[in-house]
Each structure stands twice: as C-alpha cells, then as structure tokens.
C-alpha cells in the first residue's frame, strides 16, 4: 500500500510539473529561479527552462516556444548543454541580456571541450541584442591545457543565429559541426588580436551555410571552412584584426579531407595578418575544390592571397614534405582591391610538387604596398598553373622547400 501511495504522489508531482507549463509558449529563465546577479550559477535554471522550452508545441495563436533572457540581467552559466529533439517544429532563444562563463579557471566546475552546446534542435533560432562573454583570458596563457569552445551547435539543421555579441571565448567563438541549412547574421565577434586559437566561427562537416553582414575581430580566423565543408557562402564580413578568411587546414596527420564550392563575397580585411587563405598540411589527401573570393577590400592586410600546402603549427614547426597531398583546383580570385602592409611578396601560391594546384585564376587585382606605395606586385609562384593578371606576374619561388 506504501508503494502505491508513493508511485501516486511521484505521478501528481509530474503532472503537476508539466501542468504549470501546458499552453505557455514563452518562458523567461527568472520564472526557473535565474537569479542574473554575474555572481550565482544560473545553469540548473537555464536547464529547467530548455526542459519547459524542449517539451512545449507550437499553437497557432501563440507562435513558436520561446526562451527568453531578459535585459539588464548577467547570468552565470557553467558548462552546459542543451539537448533535442524537442516537441516543437521550431524553437527560439531570445538574449536580450548577458551571458558570462566563470571568470576564473578554478571557477569552472568541469572542463569540457564545450562551454554551451546545443545538439540535434532543429529549426533553432538564437537572437536578441544580448552578449555572450567566455572570459577567456584566463585560459589564453595555458597552451597546453584544454580550452572551451564558447558555443557549439551540433545536428542542428535550419539553424539561425542572429545579432547577438560574442566577446573574449577561451578558444573558438562558435563551431558549426554536422548542420546542414544555417543563416549567421548581423553578429559582432571580438576578441584580443594576441588572444590564442579565438576563431570566429569554425565550420566542419556543414553544408548550404550563409554567413553574411557581421564584423568578427579576434586572434585567429575570423572565419574557418575545415573538413566537410561545402556550399558555404560568406558575403559582407569585416574581419580585423586576425587571420583573414581560411579555407582549412586540412589534411593534418595524413588525413583524407575535403572543402568545396566556399564563396566569399564582398568582405573587407582590416590589419589582419592573412586575408583569402587555403592551407593544407604535407602528407594530407583530398580535395579543395570550387573557391572564389570575389570583391574584396584589403587595409594593411599582411598576405592578402596566400595558397599554403605547407601548412604547419605544430610545437617546433617540424612537418617534412611528403610526396602526397591536398588536391587543391579550381580558384578564383577576382576584384581584390587596397593595401598590404608585407615588405615581402603580397600574393603567395606555396603549392605540393604533387599534384600542385590546378587552374586557379586571379584577375582584376589592384594592390598598392603601404610601406613602397610605389612598388611592383607580383604573386610568388611554386606548383601552380592557371590564368592570372597581366599586372600581376607569377614569379618562380623556391621558398623553403625543396
């Protein structure tokens, strides 16, 4: 008889709990207990909220489930993941306030790869005026140890993120793995030029991906396309300061990896170290195939064009050429415009002895040094063979490797 009368009241509990939130569509992280104070970890809330968020339907008189951060709140969150599938067709997080992982390293409960993670919530939509602060600094002297992503989004496909600011992650900004059908807009990602491994937004095994009208500045690339990488279209980016616009690396530790049909359009590269770059590590396989950068403004950019299958970093830069690599065809690079600040070669194709890189065509190229305005540019040659501006020569360059 206790057993039963135990179950029951286990059961009303339940029941209770999915009552209070039955019909209710928008669900502010306060009404879970969030206290937004910068000071209390607000995690379990967040969760419950998902939890409420996850389970509703959408009505037709009440629109899509939504979460919302409220304005003039800073929450604490620890690392923590958001899980699908959820009930509704669609879902919406609203940040409208701040977002702030533990400032200190001892402060982190749990050291994962992830700081926030959503995984397998289609038709997600994050937007708001809100800002998601990783306080990574503590983590950027501490090489050795495993950093955090600030968020990553993984089978998350018809994903949408929106206008938020993204300040100071303890490794990449966001990471983009295995969705397919993602629209990135309007998003200010800032981090120290000097801060280590802070890219962006890292792309990998994602196709139909638009990342459009947003201003990223940060450590290292501002924009990534790893492995699994295709239809991917980056139109109207600020990036500065950082290392440009990177197709790759690829192919480290002999691995079979691949990009295609990534198009950039319409970007500007503002002091930053690199600006349309593919790299590809010696002894790799695969393929980078159908690339254009078209319409770009270059301010101070150091290697404005660079193709490097020589590509290494690890600890003591030891890679030895290998006799394979990356098959890297079919690029374009066309109405690149502005200054570089390189007393060296503005534009550099490093390609493997085999097979090289193959029709790759650069025309409409007006580049002016700012250190000899005055200056011939000429692009520095090795293993490649195409179509390029009479204004600029390809130049035979032995560089480093035999």
């Known amino acids: 008889?206790?057993?039963?009368?135990?179950?029951?009241?286990?059961?009303?509990?339940?029941?209770?709990?999915?009552?209070?939130?039955?019909?209710?569509?928008?669900?502010?992280?306060?009404?879970?207990?969030?206290?937004?104070?910068g000071q209390t970890d607000d995690s379990e809330a967040f969760l419950k909220a998902w939890e409420a968020l996850c389970g509703a339907t959408e009505a037709n008189d009440t629109g899509t489930p939504t979460l919302v951060v409220p304005a003039e709140k800073t929450f604490l969150l620890q690392p923590i993941k958001f899980s699908g599938p959820c009930k509704s067709?669609?879902?919406?997080?609203q940040i409208l306030g701040k977002i702030v992982a533990p400032n200190t390293l001892h402060a982190w409960k749990e050291c994962k790869e992830f700081w926030i993670s959503f995984s397998e919530v289609t038709n997600?939509?994050?937007?708001?005026?809100?800002?998601?602060?990783?306080?990574?600094?503590?983590?950027?002297?501490?090489a050795s140890q495993l950093h955090h992503v600030a968020i990553h989004f993984y089978k998350c496909d018809y994903l949408q993120l929106r206008g938020l600011k993204h300040l100071d992650s303890p490794k990449a900004h966001i990471t983009i793995?295995?969705?397919?059908?993602?629209?990135?807009?309007?998003?200010?990602?800032?981090?120290?030029?000097?801060?280590?491994?802070?890219?962006?937004?890292?792309?990998?095994m994602s196709t139909f991906v638009n990342?459009?009208?947003?201003?990223?500045?940060?450590?290292?690339?501002?924009?990534?396309?790893?492995?699994?990488?295709?239809?991917?279209?980056?139109?109207?980016?600020?990036?500065?300061?950082?290392?440009?616009i990177s197709v790759g690396s690829l192919g480290e530790d002999g691995a079979y990896e691949t990009a295609e049909e990534v198009h950039v359009r319409n970007c500007t590269f503002n002091g930053t170290k690199n600006g349309a770059r593919i790299k590809t590590w010696q002894g790799g396989s695969g393929y980078v195939k159908g690339i254009s950068f078209e319409n770009i403004t270059l301010i101070g950019a150091k290697n404005p064009i660079i193709i490097d299958q020589y590509?290494?970093?690890?600890?003591?830069?030891?890679?030895?050429?290998?006799?394979?690599?990356?098959?890297?065809?079919?690029?374009?690079?066309?109405?690149?415009?502005?200054?570089?600040?390189?007393?060296?070669?503005?534009?550099?194709?490093?390609?493997?002895?085999?097979?090289?890189?193959?029709?790759?065509?650069?025309?409409q190229i007006n580049i002016t040094s700012t250190l000899d305005p005055g200056k011939n540019i000429s692009a520095a040659c090795k293993n490649v063979n195409g179509t390029f501006d009479p204004a600029v020569?390809?130049?035979?360059?032995?560089y480093l490797h035999p």
């Open 1 to 37: 008889m206790s057993k039963l009368l135990v179950s029951f009241l286990i059961f009303c509990n339940v029941a209770l709990s999915n009552s209070i939130w039955y019909g209710q569509t928008t669900f502010n992280v306060l009404q879970f207990d969030a206290v937004g104070d």
């Open 89 to 93: 067709n669609s879902v919406h997080v």
């Open 124 to 142: 997600l939509t994050i937007n708001g005026t809100g800002e998601i602060d990783g306080n990574g600094k503590p983590w950027w002297s501490k």
């Open 177 to 204: 793995n295995n969705c397919n059908n993602v629209s990135v807009s309007n998003l200010h990602i800032i981090a120290p030029e000097d801060s280590p491994n802070t890219d962006g937004i890292d792309i990998s």
């Open 211 to 244: 990342i459009h009208n947003s201003t990223i500045g940060t450590g290292d690339d501002c924009i990534a396309l790893n492995n699994g990488s295709s239809h991917i279209n980056i139109t109207s980016i600020v990036c500065g300061p950082g290392h440009g």
């Open 311 to 363: 590509y290494c970093d690890k600890n003591g830069h030891n890679c030895k050429p290998s006799a394979s690599a990356v098959n890297v065809s079919n690029v374009i690079y066309r109405g690149f415009q502005g200054t570089y600040a390189n007393e060296e070669e503005a534009i550099i194709f490093d390609c493997s002895n085999n097979p090289g890189c193959q029709n790759v065509t650069m025309n």
């Open 393 to 398: 020569p390809c130049s035979p360059w032995a």
